[in-house]
Each structure stands twice: as structure tokens, then as C-alpha cells.
């Protein structure tokens, strides 16, 4: 049985300010694709049906996006010259997740047919790929001068992202995985994309390398939490809320953080957990008794600590850096609001 939570937080102005400036250009972005890989693309971000009408469908949050926004603001630029950071950022975002669904054996992402289940594997693995790349034109053809510097920046986040994907799912063939590898694993996974954003929107706008580099280390430290919480959501969040089943990453013997501090702790619970997973099948009778296994244990409770540090880690290090007071207090909110989210 899950414990009570408060409602969610707000969300913070800037996500929609984010998606009143970067949207229209990523979908310019986009609909220089050929049709054939246009239409999965329009799908998967909400804009077309399956069959090519016009939608309005559920996005994402677009929290990288506003990152890119507030790194150029934080170093004194107006937000739009953080526009083309903001779509590349994205971009590359999406076509991890069109490929992690195909990974996961995820059906559903945004109460919708996920992209593999709706069109085709093959489709998925090429239109993932076309994003990917096209995130790099979308710098690579931008006229500033700082963009080749901000495309090499989201090379090796891209990396990054891509080593702690693998890391992940390299973690259910190991034994005695540690809390310490989870959290080096969540800091490539969500952590490298979130500092290429808000470092990236600062490197437009020409700031000093000291605040680039504080930026960057912000964002790796919110995406630590960023991930932490999302573990959580991905064992105890709402279907409702969350667009997957209850229990999903249960189901898909994930070892993500909750699942980690039970199995490290040892004892009883860590063997019911092993047996659990054990398993040729994980039905929902089964996802429930993971759940309460993970309760029993307070690995819940001891996820949520990890996220609270890191993320007070975060807001710390906004201190250390010289940025406009206005910008610290948005990304401030904004850090506050992806780890109180519901989904």
C-alpha cells in the first residue's frame, strides 16, 4: 500500500515560456524529414494522429528545453539566442526515448501507443536515429559562433546519456550492484543531457567557462534527483498520471534506485526481492508483493532522501556561480518542480 502524497507543485511559468519559444522551431526542425520518417516523429511528440491528422496530443514537459533557456539567461542573453540549444536538447532526448520503448518492451508512453507498437520496430530504431541526427544539424547549420562548441557539448552528453543506458541495462545481468553505481549510472542517463541544456544555453550567450562549468555541474546534480524521483514513479506512481502501467518498472525487473537499496541492503527482504525477480513471469499479483517487499524495506523513503540531497546539491551550487539572481530563482523552482512531479 502506497503512503499518501501531498498534490504535485505548479508548474513553474518558464516550462510554458519554453514551449511558446522552442516548439515552433522544433517542428520546423522536424518537418524537414522525409514523410515517411515525419510521421512517426509527428506522432511520438503529439502533433499527428497515426494517421497523419492533426493532433494535440500530450508532449513532454520540455524541462531541458527551459534549461536551455535559463543558462542563457542566467549569463545575461535574451532566451531566444537559446532557442536552437533547446530543440537540439530535445531532440536527442526523444530519440532516447522512441529507442528505450523498444529496450523496455514499453506499449504505452503519454496514454498513447508507444512508437514501435503503433508503427514498426524498424520505423522506431530510424526515426530515433533521424532525430539524433537531425539535432546535430539543427547546431551544426546554426550561423552563431558558439554553436560547433555547443554541438561538441552535446556529443559527449549524448555519450554520456548513451554509457548510462547501457550501464542500466547492463545492471540486470550483475550482482552486487551499489547504490554508488546507480547514482554514477542516473548521472550519465539524465544527468548529461541536463547539464548539456542549461550549460549549453550559457555558452550561447557567451558566458565565462566558470559559470558554464557550474551550470553543467548543476544540472548533472538535478538530474541525479531528476532520476531518483522518476524511480520512484516508476514503482509507486499513478497510471493516471504517469501514462504506464502501476508497478511498470517492477514488472521490467529494472534495477533502478529502490529496487538497488533493498537488494544492497541483504536480509529477508533482499531474498524475496532476488526470488521475486526470479520469476519466468512478473503478472500484476506479483508487482504488488514487489511493491510491498520495496515498502517493507523503506526503500521509498530512502529514494526520496537521495533526491533531496542531490537536489539541495543543485541549488547549492547555483551560489558558487556569478548569474542573474532572477535566472537562480527560476532554475531554483524549476529543480524543485521535477522533483515533486507526478509524472
Known amino acids: 500500500m502506497t503512503s499518501p502524497s501531498l498534490p504535485p507543485s505548479p508548474s513553474p511559468p518558464v516550462l510554458e515560456q519554453a514551449r511558446e519559444l522552442v516548439e515552433p522551431a522544433l517542428r520546423a526542425a522536424v518537418a524537414n524529414l522525409d514523410f515517411e520518417l515525419r510521421l512517426p516523429a509527428d506522432y511520438h511528440f503529439g502533433w499527428a494522429s497515426a494517421d497523419g491528422a492533426a ?17 542563457a539567461q542566467a549569463a545575461g542573453a535574451d532566451q531566444s539566442i537559446a532557442v536552437p540549444v533547446g530543440v537540439a536538447v530535445e531532440l536527442v532526448h526523444n530519440f532516447s526515448l522512441v529507442h528505450d520503448d523498444i ?51 552535446l556529443g559527449r552528453a549524448t555519450a554520456a546519456m548513451i554509457r548510462g ?6 545492471f540486470a545481468n550483475r550482482t552486487g550492484v551499489t547504490i554508488d553505481d546507480c547514482i554514477a549510472m542516473e548521472a550519465d542517463k539524465t544527468g548529461a543531457l541536463l547539464a548539456f541544456g542549461v550549460a549549453g544555453g550559457a555558452t550561447m ?14 544540472g548533472v546534480e538535478l538530474g541525479i534527483a531528476f532520476q531518483a524521483h522518476d524511480d520512484i514513479l516508476g514503482v509507486w506512481g499513478e497510471p493516471a498520471a504517469t501514462g504506464k502501467a502501476a508497478g511498470n518498472d517492477l514488472r521490467e525487473r529494472k534495477r533502478s534506485m529502490p529496487v538497488v537499496l533493498a537488494l544492497s541492503a541483504g536480509g529477508r527482504h533482499a531474498e524475496r526481492l532476488q526470488a521475486l525477480f526470479a520469476r519466468d513471469e512478473i503478472h500484476d499479483e506479483a508487482v504488488a508483493e514487489g511493491i510491498a517487499i520495496l515498502d517493507d524495506a523503506g ?15 543543485a541549488t547549492a551550487m547555483l551560489d558558487t556561480i556569478e548569474i542573474r539572481s532572477d535566472a537562480r530563482d527560476e532554475l531554483i523552482s524549476l529543480a524543485r518542480f521535477v522533483v515533486d512531479r507526478d509524472h
Not at 550567450?205 to 548543476?218: I, K, N, Q, R
Request: aromatic share 4%; glycine share 8%; net charge neutral.
Open 299 to 313: 526503500a521509498r523513503a530512502a529514494t526520496a532522501r537521495i533526491a533531496s540531497e542531490h537536489l539541495q546539491a
Open 55 to 71: 493532433a494535440e496530443h500530450a508532449s513532454g514537459k520540455g524541462v531541458r528545453s527551459a534549461l536551455a533557456l535559463l543558462g
Open 165 to 170: 543506458q547501457s550501464n542500466d541495462m547492463g
Open 205 to 218: 550567450a557567451g558566458a565565462p567557462a566558470p559559470v558554464v562549468s557550474g551550470l553543467h555541474d548543476f
Open 103 to 153: 529496450i523496455d518492451g514499453d506499449v504505452e508512453r503519454r496514454h498513447r501507443p508507444t512508437v514501435w507498437t503503433q508503427f514498426s520496430t524498424g520505423d522506431a530504431i530510424i526515426v530515433g536515429d533521424a532525430l539524433h541526427t537531425l539535432a546535430f544539424q539543427v547546431l551544426l547549420e546554426n550561423p552563431h559562433p558558439a554553436s560547433a562548441a555547443v554541438a561538441r557539448r
